[in-house]
């Protein structure tokens, strides 16, 4: 069973400052990651897949690196649309499950 | 562009069965490779994955509710459902449908739908 943590909880941000999310992963995985934004009322929007890879869409300032059992979301400038809650989330082929991060929520300082 | 909504009641009795269907449009149901998914979000709590369904019909649900939940699959209708039986109050949460995408990781989702199991 794969177990996803995210640090921290919360971050707290002023618009133009870089945003570092992190989401471990245990055990090792050698499958890819996504990340993803959740916003009251809105449907969840994919942001990064496949560990690095920009969904359509996302904006330039998001990028996703790491492997194995880290990996990391940068906001490199935080702007005001991005004050959201942000989840990892990892896909299995078999069994077809999904596992997700408990979230870290950016907020404004 | 692939989309995906969510319908059903937004309160049920407790002890009463949960319905939600997602209907699917923009695209077809018919890849053998993609599953469709529920997944839930209870307030205050992380998100769930509760089931899923393929194509073909074949099922896998969360151990925990495998004895009260069913799912089925119609791509004539293009859509999918969820039925949930006995539900108390942990059951009340927001209700997520969403499917595999072409990625190895990335999922496509419906905007969610509020389920309150309340008497």
């Known amino acids: 069973e794969i177990v996803l943590t995210q640090s921290p909880a919360t971050l707290s941000l002023s618009p133009g400052e870089r945003a570092t999310l992190s989401c471990r992963a245990s055990p090792s995985i050698s499958r890819y990651l996504a990340w993803f934004q959740l916003k009251p009322g809105q449907a969840p929007r994919l942001l990064i897949y496949d560990t690095s890879k920009r969904a359509t869409g996302t904006p330039d300032r998001f990028s996703g690196s790491g492997s194995g059992t880290d990996f990391t979301l940068t906001i490199s400038s935080v702007e005001p649309e991005d004050f959201a809650f942000y989840y990892c989330q990892v896909r299995e082929n078999w069994p077809p499950e999904v596992t997700f991060g408990p979230g870290t929520k950016v907020d404004l300082k | 562009q692939l989309q995906l909504q969510e319908s059903g009641p937004g309160l049920v009795k407790p002890s009463e069965t949960l319905s939600l269907t997602c209907t699917v449009s923009?695209?077809?149901?018919?890849?053998?490779?993609?599953?469709w998914l529920w997944i839930r979000q209870p307030p205050g709590k992380g998100l769930e994955w509760i089931g899923s369904?393929?194509?073909?019909?074949?099922?896998h649900y969360k151990p925990s509710l495998k004895s009260r939940i069913t799912m089925s699959l119609d791509p004539t209708k293009n859509h999918f459902s969820l039925n949930l039986d006995s539900v108390t109050a942990a059951d009340t949460a927001v209700y997520y449908c969403a499917t595999t995408d072409d990625s190895g990781s990335g999922l496509i989702w419906g905007r969610g739908t509020t389920v309150t199991v309340s008497s």
């Open positions: 923009g695209g077809t149901m018919t890849s053998e490779d993609d599953y």
């Open positions: 369904v393929f194509y073909g019909g074949t099922t």
